[in-house]
């Protein structure tokens, strides 16, 4: 068996005036050993589809198998075989970090000394501080060690590094790799789209409860057609369309616009910015910003949803 995670045509609806249906329909297969990144929006239905597949929410239908078993058939096998770091973890303040650790460690068959798990997440030295001592940063650390204690087979973060220093998220990243070079299998969540390319093997991007986009983070981005992407804003508006002269350029596969900011997605930048800035003298465009960069998953998500990661979601 290679797959640690199917699940067909899943959905969740909450009862209401009217009803809501946070996961519509959702398919996914997930591989033994990956790091796999379930990437979207907030209000794209994440948590509820990774808290359907860690057995904390039942679904309304739908099939699903963690290590080819079944909830509601072999419950206390999968938890044996799983660890769970949640969006938001409360641990006793009270406690310190080792008995927060050793009380985690009771709850499953076997697995690690709770001090060598303290290691792998940096923490040796606050051993003994309680857990209401420690800053946001060691507090993840700390939720992590207790996915990590019972030695599971596979492991959900679920927005993992959400408001966290870049330092403190760095520090996770590296916990998260090493663990996944010890041939875990990992469901990471995250709306950071830089996140998932450095960390997943795969990634599905899921917007209004349904996956739009499947692949390895090179392949998604490779979709757009070019890897760079160059964006500019103009003092004022053309007087005439510029829209299919930009798209004429060589290189060019996509145009967008959004107020007096353009983007345009590009293979080749340096064959592309000298002709647009011709273009643009001719027709008397003053450009107040001009920027190129990597392409990234989020200009796919852009491009799917046709709106930004932090935008307001639109009702389906």
């Known amino acids: 068996m290679t797959l640690a995670i199917r699940c067909q045509n899943l959905v969740k609806r909450y009862d209401g005036r009217p009803p809501v249906e946070a996961v ?11 790091c796999f990144g379930l990437l979207g929006p907030n209000g794209a239905g994440k948590t509820t589809t990774i808290e359907i597949l860690e057995g904390l929410l039942t679904p309304t239908s739908g099939e699903v198998e963690v290590l080819g078993l079944r909830w509601g058939k072999a419950d206390n096998e999968i938890r044996q075989r799983i660890g769970i770091s949640l969006q938001e973890t409360r641990l006793s303040e009270k406690l310190t970090v080792l008995e927060t650790l050793r009380l985690f460690r009771s ?10 798990c303290l ?11 309680r ?27 679920d927005e993992p590094t959400t408001g966290l220093d870049p330092s403190s998220r760095r ?15 990992i469901l990471l969540t995250t709306h950071y789209m830089d996140e998932a390319e450095r960390l997943c093997d795969r990634v599905a991007i899921v917007d209004h409860g349904q996956v739009i986009a499947l692949g390895t983070p090179r392949e998604l981005i490779a979709s757009l057609g070019g890897e760079h992407v160059i964006e500019f804003t103009l003092a004022c508006t053309p007087t005439e369309p510029i829209d299919a002269a930009l798209a004429a350029l060589p290189s060019v596969s996509e145009v967008r616009q959004e107020d007096d900011h353009w983007s345009l997605s590009v293979a080749e930048p340096h064959i592309v910015l000298p002709l647009l800035m011709e273009m643009l003298r001719e027709r008397q465009c003053e450009l107040t910003s001009l920027t190129t960069r990597h392409a990234s998953l989020e200009d796919v998500f852009v491009k799917l949803a046709g709106r930004h990661l932090d935008d307001e979601p639109v009702p389906a």
């Not at 290691?119 to 501080?129: C, G, H, I, M």
């Not at 990243?173 to 010890?182: F, G, H, M, P």
């Open 24 to 34: 519509r329909g959702l398919n996914l297969e997930i591989e033994r050993g990956e």
């Open 131 to 157: 857990v209401g001592k420690l800053s946001g940063g060691q507090k993840q650390r700390l939720a992590v060690a207790c996915a990590l204690v019972g030695n599971p087979e596979l492991l959900f973060l």
């Open 119 to 129: 290691a792998k997440v940096s923490l040796e030295e606050k051993a003994d501080a």
């Open 171 to 185: 520090q996770l990243w590296e916990i998260i790799r090493e663990v996944r070079s010890a041939g875990r299998t």
């Open 107 to 116: 709850f499953y068959r076997e697995g690690p000394d709770p001090r060598e």
